[in-house]
Structure formats: structure tokens, C-alpha cells
């Protein structure tokens, strides 16, 4: 059962430009969401959230959108650096745990 | 920047076996996690943890599997009789509340590879 659905396994992006990362979920409980970023053998980070009764978070080069009634949201990075290159978690918190969608792999390219 | 902090990073062992993997979550917080992800797919919930007992946990954590916090730092995740399917990497995560700005920190997890 994927409540948390990020559709694009992976997208490459030229350094510069931006990057748009997307997520839809399913259960309409979640009130919050966050994206976390993973490099490999390493653990996921934190990177930014929002909460439910927002439509836009932004902190530096990363924003993140979202949109309730679609259950979408978004996360903007601009402009997007060769470091930015990582698995990012598109991720829903319902009750005390985090429902996480598979990743969508960026590759930032020079 | 404190961290969570896990061991061992690499785990071998046969199908049946028992395992423990560790985690010492940073000091001060108080909800402890384990999340695992099979190779190709999403990170999953498996247990919290507060006040010394099992807070939340998913279908998954089935009886194989059990949480302890044997002393004021340690947090461990044991595996009674591991199976194949068991082969992921697992993650154990910590935060000092449960407010919803509290940030989940992870440690960089522990591969098991049942064989």
C-alpha cells in the first residue's frame, strides 16, 4: 500500500537549472511532509518540510510547494548545484511514524 | 552536529540465525525508530519507541522481531531467526520530541545480507 508515491525514479538536470521533484499521496490525514535527501551508504537528512496548513516552505535554494486538494506537493531547487546530486525522500507523517515514497535518484549534471 | 550512530555497517549471516544491530541515538532524544529499506524499493516503518516500550509499530514487526533499550544509550533491533527477505538496510532514526518541527535524524544504517 504506497500512501507516498514519487513517480519519477530518477531525473537529470544541468548545473544551473532548476530541479522540480514531485510526490503525491494518498491518505488525507498526513499533516505533514517533508523531503530528505540520501547519499549513498549513508543515512537520509533531513532537508526541509511543510506543514499542512501551507501552501509554500522555502529555505535558500530549496522550496517546496504543496497543494492539498491535489494531494501533490513539490520540491524546487534552484539553482541546482553538482552536490545537489542525490536520492530524494518525498515523506508524510501519520501518527508517529514516516510514511517515505521510494526516492526519485537527481543527477546534477555540469 | 551530534548524530546517530550505527552498528556494524555491513552484517552477514544465514538464514535463521539471530541478529542484533545496534544504534546509539543522540543523547538527548527521547523517540527512537527503526525504518528498513530492501534494495530498489521505499524506506519502511517498522517500530518507535518512547518511555521504554513500542509506541507504534507496522505489519512488518511481526514476532521475529523485537526493540530493547538495554541501558541509557543503546538501542537495538533483534531479528530472532532472520529469513531471505530480511536482506535490507536498516535504519535507526531518533528525535528529541514528537512535535511535528522535530527533525528525525538517521543513522547511516546497518546492511544485513541473509544468506
Known amino acids: 500500500d504506497q500512501q507516498v508515491k514519487q513517480n519519477s525514479p530518477s531525473l537529470s538536470v544541468q548545473e544551473g537549472r532548476i530541479s522540480i521533484l514531485n510526490c503525491d499521496y494518498t491518505?488525507?490525514?498526513?499533516?505533514?511532509f517533508l523531503w530528505y535527501k540520501k547519499y549513498p551508504a549513508e543515512g537520509p537528512t533531513f532537508l526541509i518540510s511543510?506543514?499542512?496548513?501551507?501552501d509554500k516552505n522555502e529555505d535558500g535554494r530549496f522550496t517546496v510547494f504543496l497543494n492539498k486538494s491535489a494531494k501533490h506537493l513539490s520540491l524546487h531547487i534552484v539553482p541546482s548545484q553538482p552536490g545537489d546530486s542525490a536520492v530524494y525522500f518525498c515523506?508524510?507523517?501519520?501518527?508517529?511514524?514516516?510514511?517515505f515514497g521510494k526516492g526519485t535518484s537527481l543527477l546534477v549534471t555540469p | 552536529e551530534p548524530e546517530v550512530t550505527q552498528t556494524p555497517s555491513h552484517q552477514v549471516t544465514q538464514m535463521g540465525q539471530e541478529v542484533i544491530l545496534r544504534c546509539v541515538p543522540i543523547?538527548?532524544?527521547?523517540?527512537f525508530y527503526w525504518y528498513r529499506q530492501i534494495l530498489g524499493q521505499k524506506v519502511e516503518f517498522l517500530v518507535s519507541?518512547?518511555?521504554?516500550?513500542?509506541?507504534?509499530k507496522s505489519e512488518i514487526f511481526d514476532d521475529q522481531f523485537s526493540v530493547e533499550r538495554p541501558d541509557g544509550s543503546n538501542f537495538t533491533l533483534k531479528i530472532r531467526s532472520t529469513k531471505l527477505e530480511d536482506s535490507a538496510m536498516y535504519f535507526c532514526?531518533?528525535?528529541?520530541?514528537?512535535?511535528?518541527?522535530?527533525?528525525?535524524?538517521f543513522g547511516s544504517g546497518t546492511q544485513l545480507s541473509v544468506l
Open positions: 543523547s538527548n532524544h527521547l523517540y
Open positions: 511543510i506543514s499542512s496548513i501551507k
Open positions: 532514526a531518533s528525535r528529541k520530541g514528537v512535535s511535528l518541527n522535530e527533525k528525525l535524524f
Open positions: 515523506a508524510a507523517q501519520g501518527g508517529y511514524a514516516l510514511n
Open positions: 491518505n488525507s490525514m498526513f499533516d505533514y
Open positions: 519507541f518512547y518511555n521504554n516500550e513500542i509506541s507504534e
